[in-house]
């Protein structure tokens, strides 16, 4: 799998990077670096194989369902860039 | 089975559709957090720092959204999951404070199910159910406060919610508004979510396509996000079935897309195309480990599970005699079920069904009152409907009493016994005003002697009209028409 200067902008996009123009195509070589060596891993045969999705092998455990938190908005606000009327204030996303 | 066909002058289309229904779970606390769901209150007050995404702050999961979840999987009739995977979908966007959803991809807490519809036609229709997960909702943000500025509260972030997916099952308007509200009907029957669509506790986006009639090709389709009531969901389909078809017909193609109904003109318009719909990249969500539940414990919430409304539905229709369709109407609210199960014990249970589909319900919307709110008991509506079996009142009686119970809350057998308006089943008073009838009305007589029979009647309603009422029917009919025979 060969990633494209393309993708390497759409990928950037994405995660809300900033590529600028001229690292593009050292962008590319690096990510082609890193998946041809991942690709490695195709040698092996891992079909009917399910992911690792946690080295422990642990199973979930629940919470009792009460409120014990919340009631804190001025700290919640704290670290917002503005806040009005005790709302985060954001630049316009109308999708 | 009723269809639905588009038909033009160029030819027939069928319409598939598919539903993905978004539920709020109801629990006190949010399913990642311990801060509160409470709906209503002043901006970002039940935030904790883990639904404000602050670095470090890890989700733990709310027992109570789990049980839900597995009670909500079972009023569906789905296969529940002993093992289930929490991921993370990934997006940009102002009200979502980490940047990603917790929700469930590969592996969703219900499998497939199944609910069967009532349709108009008093046909039923099984319609599949892919899949359910559990998830977290996003915040809320607001756009009209300011000019410039969006405004976002997150009182809702971290809410649960049950994402129900169906199969592409349904094949007309009415059998996804069919759906919607049996599913609302079981949520609320278990109390797992309270499905108001207007204040947005149950969200339903829609997949719509068309194919030509009689074809099983699959053609791409448009998804409307967020449409907020039933009635919309289904103006939704049939106006984008009809673009759907206007377009193919005109040479066109649809591409895949997804699209904002707009309920004040009812038609869609596009939202993003497929081409830049979003990647969200879901990798295993590495702060929950995978949800795994016991036999045991899925038993112990069957043991738990009421009775829904198609079991009491067919209970209605077997043991007391009413008919699918009276059954149906009163078994979509389970207050309503109790209510009547309540009125019918030890009396008329088919005569208590129609009271309260007729008379009783006009009084509650003419009041706007809710049936808890009824002035009118389930013990004193039974009564009522035992006074006119056991001949004690007329129907037509029974009106006025009703009318009377309704703005007094009072005992009918008190109103009828304080008002004297016990049925008069006297013979002899009942041939007094008839005479007296047919004494003052000569013309009458003789036109109905010349054949204009269906005059008894006349005379009956003038007998009934003159005892207030009180005149038993039956009695006077047969009365009436001795002495004109005479």
């Not at chain 2, 005059?455 to 029917?473: C, E, H, R, T, Y």
């Amino acid at each position: 799998m060969a990633i494209d200067n393309m993708t390497v902008k759409q990928i950037a996009f994405l995660s809300r990077l900033k590529v600028e123009d001229e690292k593009v195509e050292a962008t590319k070589e690096e990510f082609n670096k890193i998946l041809n060596w991942i690709e490695e891993l195709n040698e092996v045969n891992t079909d009917e194989i399910e992911p690792l999705i946690s080295v422990n092998d642990t199973v979930l455990k629940m919470r009792e369902d009460t409120v014990t938190s919340g009631n804190c908005k001025d700290e919640v606000l704290k670290n917002a860039p503005a806040a009005e009327y005790d709302y985060f204030a954001v630049p316009k996303v109308v999708e | 089975m009723s269809e639905y066909i588009i038909t033009t002058n160029k030819g027939k289309w069928e319409v598939i559709v598919g539903l993905e229904i978004h539920c709020q779970i109801i629990s006190k606390s949010k399913i990642f957090s311990s801060a509160s769901t409470e709906f209503g209150d002043d901006p970002n007050v039940n935030v904790s720092f883990v639904d404000a995404g602050m670095p470090g702050m890890l989700p733990t999961l709310n027992k109570e959204c789990v049980r839900q979840a597995v009670k909500t999987g079972l009023g569906l009739n789905a296969k529940i999951n002993k093992y289930s995977e929490f991921s993370r979908k990934n997006y940009f966007y102002a009200d979502m404070p980490t940047d990603y959803q917790i929700t469930q991809f590969r592996y969703p807490i219900v499998g497939e199910g199944e609910i069967s519809v009532d349709l108009s036609d008093g046909t039923t229709k099984k319609i599949g159910i892919e899949r359910m997960h559990i998830e977290q909702d996003a915040g809320k943000s607001i756009h009209d406060l300011n000019p410039t500025k969006s405004y976002i509260d997150l009182n809702r972030a971290g809410v649960g919610l049950m994402e129900i997916v169906t199969k592409p099952d349904f094949r007309s308007p009415e059998e996804a508004g069919a759906f919607l509200r049996k599913l609302r009907s079981i949520v609320r029957y278990l109390g797992t979510c309270d499905g108001n669509m207007d204040e947005g506790s149950m969200r339903c986006d829609v997949n719509v396509s068309v194919r030509p009639f009689g074809s099983n090709e699959l053609r791409p389709r448009s998804e409307m996000k967020n449409v907020n009531s039933v009635k919309f969901v289904m103006q939704a389909i049939e106006n984008e079935a009809k673009r759907h078809v206007e377009i193919y017909e005109n040479g066109g193609k649809i591409e895949q897309e997804t699209r904002q109904f707009d309920p004040t003109t009812g038609q869609s318009k596009l939202m993003r195309k497929k081409e830049f719909a979003h990647d969200y990249r879901y990798f295993p969500e590495p702060d929950l480990p995978p949800l795994v539940l016991s036999d045991e414990y899925i038993d112990s919430i069957k043991a738990e599970m009421i009775e829904l409304p198609d079991a009491k539905k067919q209970r209605f229709i077997n043991t007391m005699g009413l008919t699918p369709y009276d059954a149906a109407v009163l078994c979509e609210n389970k207050e309503h079920a109790e209510f009547f199960e309540k009125a019918a014990a030890g009396h008329d249970a088919k005569k208590v069904a129609n009271w309260m589909m007729s008379d009783f319900f006009a009084m509650l919307n003419k009041k706007r009152l809710d049936i808890s709110q009824s002035p009118v008991s389930a013990e004193n509506l039974g009564k009522l409907v035992e006074l006119i079996s056991k001949e004690v009142i007329s129907g037509k009686i029974a009106k006025d009493v009703f009318e009377i119970m309704a703005q007094t809350g009072e005992d009918p057998e008190k109103i009828v016994e304080e008002k004297g308006l016990k049925q008069v089943t006297d013979t002899g008073a009942i041939e007094k005003i008839i005479d007296d009838v047919i004494a003052s009305n000569p013309d009458n007589v003789t036109a109905y002697k010349n054949g204009k029979t269906n005059l008894a009647g006349w005379f009956v309603g003038q007998v009934i009209k003159m005892s207030q009422g009180k005149a038993n029917p039956a009695i006077v009919n047969k009365l009436v028409r001795e002495k004109l025979d005479k």
